[in-house]
């Protein structure tokens, strides 16, 4: 690959997760939250995650990544090239250590007090994979090949304290069948039964029969949700990819999380009701920050194949992204101002009628005439699968509505620079 003077990777040293994040409590012992790490005592969910560091007095999250130098990426843009990028964003150059450096005006400042407020804590994550880590136990009495990960936000970095956790079981040898399959519904009924009768910390379960079968359940106590599938893989891989995004810019996460506080204020973010999911609006962040002029991010999936391999071993899916070294982006944008770009891309630059949204590429693809593109009204492209995840929104009232969310939040953030009550999010919000 070229070396681009607009971009470039910068190795630096790993470093550790976070403390004792992944080491396992006893069944019947209860971990307070700032109690050092119980020795490991059972099969535990390896992953390298970020560990927090300090600059400039607040911690930040830093990725492990391995001491390597790639020069350039796909986002550098040749001479010539007819690459989809758009600059309502201005970049200049530099970098900055700290998210406040990025948080010079009204509106960053408050979307920083924002994420700060609602982030998930490396407590809440410890609970949750504490909950994972029993019932994986419980489970491997009966099906020994089992194992049990801790995919979606929780694990992906973008979630928030109030999030749900998503869990998969991934069965090697036992049963047979994708994870659509009638098989596993009849498989998580059974299993429903079980933990009403075996698994005294739990409760509210229940078999929800979707495209995709999940048993729905919450843990005593905590009053923590869980979702658990079965052998839906594609869920651990782009949750490990979006964690590479997530932590590739510090500002990747809070501008996520503003975006879905604002969707879901506006009632556009619920796909069981014909509008837009959380992955959908994550996906059309990154979009959005991989083809400014500038680029925020790049392509991992374009300029690491191998770390995103489709057909890597599930195992080794948390080792991927510990072979790339750090972006570093010169976009220098604030937080606002990329909200704003955000809005704008999607209310009047974006082709809705004839572009699908690309993560894996990089930028926007022509919408084709194959059945998973052709009169949908929104195209956002799974990065694994390739097919549609705004498949939900197949209704035309459904998508005027969104549409007319962004376009009606645009001028009024364009006339002001500061989040306000009434319309963003109840307390701080578009």
Not at 37 to 58: A, C, E, I
Not at 156 to 163: N, Q, V
Not at 256 to 268: C, E, N, P, S
Not at 279 to 294: F, P, R, W
Request: proline share 7%; net charge positive.
């Amino acid at each position: 690959m070229k070396r681009s003077h607009n971009q470039a990777w910068h190795p630096q040293p790993p470093v550790s997760d976070l403390p004792g994040l992944y080491t396992s409590v006893p069944v019947n012992a209860r971990k307070r939250q700032h109690e050092s790490p119980v020795p490991n005592g059972s099969k535990r969910q390896r992953v390298d995650s970020p560990s927090p560091q300090q600059r400039g007095g607040r911690p930040i999250a830093v990725p492990y990544f391995h001491n390597q130098a790639v020069p350039g990426t796909s986002n550098a843009a040749s001479p010539g090239s007819s690459q989809n990028t758009h600059s309502q964003v201005p970049a200049t150059s530099g970098s900055a250590s700290t998210l406040q450096d990025y948080a010079k005006d009204k509106l960053s400042k408050q979307m920083v007090e924002l994420f700060e407020e609602c982030q998930q804590q490396a407590c809440d994550l410890t609970r949750k994979e504490t909950c994972r880590s029993r019932l994986q136990r419980d489970i491997q009495s009966v099906f020994p090949v089992a194992r049990l990960y801790l995919t979606g936000s929780s694990m992906s970095g973008l979630g928030c304290r109030s999030s749900d956790a998503d869990l998969c079981l991934v069965l090697r040898g036992s049963v047979s069948g994708s994870s659509r399959s009638p098989e596993w519904e009849a498989f998580l009924e059974v299993r429903r039964r079980d933990c009403n009768r075996k698994h005294g910390y739990l409760e509210k379960i229940q078999l929800i029969r979707a495209k995709v079968p999940i048993l729905r359940f919450r843990e005593k106590g905590s009053g923590l949700e869980f979702d658990l599938n079965v052998n839906n893989t594609v869920g651990i891989r782009n949750t490990f990819l979006l964690r590479s995004y997530a932590y590739a810019d510090l500002r990747v996460k809070p501008i996520i999380l503003a975006v879905k506080k604002w969707a879901r204020h506006h009632q556009i973010n619920d796909a069981s009701k014909g509008t837009l999911s959380s992955y959908t609006l994550v996906l059309m962040v990154l979009h959005y920050l991989q083809t400014l002029g500038e680029p925020v991010l790049p392509s991992l999936q374009k300029d690491y194949p191998e770390c995103f391999n489709p057909s890597m071993e599930i195992d080794m899916i948390p080792e991927g992204p510990r072979h790339i070294p750090p972006y570093k982006s010169q976009n220098k944008s604030s937080l606002g101002d990329l909200l704003q770009g955000f809005l704008k891309y999607y209310s009047s630059t974006f082709r809705w009628d004839t572009q699908v949204i690309s993560v894996r590429e990089g930028k926007a693809l022509p919408k084709n005439k194959s059945a998973e593109w052709r009169n949908k009204y929104i195209c956002v492209e799974e990065p694994f699968e390739r097919n549609n995840v705004a498949r939900a929104v197949h209704e035309q009232m459904k998508f005027n509505t969104i549409k007319s969310k962004f376009a009606a939040v645009t001028p009024l953030l364009l006339t002001r620079d500061a989040l306000t009550n009434q319309c963003l999010i109840p307390d701080l919000g578009i």
